[in-house]
Nanobody, 126 residues
Framework: QVHLVESGGGLVQAGGSLRLSCVAS????????MGWFRRAPGKDRREFVA?????????DYADSVKGRFTISRDNAQNTMYLQMNRLKPADTAVYYC??????????????????WGQGTQVTVSS
């Protein structure tokens, strides 16, 4: 059973940067599509942020973060990252990492991700 733990969240001023990490334990994630999602304050649903193929060869981004966020992974360390630059107050949310054990690459809808972390809070002040 794979267990995901996010870290790296915190409070940052608008325009600043943060790097989130998602460390997996239990089994290797090297063959899984991995993704980042977020839930903003007062919102019921999570929002897709970015996803990455099993070998890091391809990635998808939400339009709202394209050009500011970069997703990456280190399969040797069983870890995925989200580098967030030029942060905006609208990026304030709990950020979750997720894994789809059945897919190697391509865009994966949220409902197919079957392993989720507990989330890490990112707060961007204006």
């Amino acid at each position: 059973q794979v267990h995901l733990v996010e870290s790296g969240g915190g409070l940052v001023q608008a325009g600043g940067s943060l790097r989130l990490s998602c460390v997996a334990s239990g089994r290797t994630i090297s063959t899984y599509v991995m993704g980042w999602f977020r839930r903003a304050p007062g919102k019921d649903r999570r929002e897709f942020v970015a996803s990455i193929s099993w070998n890091g060869g391809s990635a998808d981004y939400a339009d709202s973060v394209k050009g500011r966020f970069t997703i990456s992974r280190d399969n040797a360390q069983n870890t995925m990252y989200l580098q967030m630059n030029r942060l905006k107050p609208a990026d304030t949310a709990v950020y979750y990492c997720a894994a789809d054990r059945d897919t190697w690459e391509g865009f994966v809808p949220e409902y197919l991700y079957d392993i989720w972390g507990q989330g890490t809070q990112v707060t961007v002040s204006s």
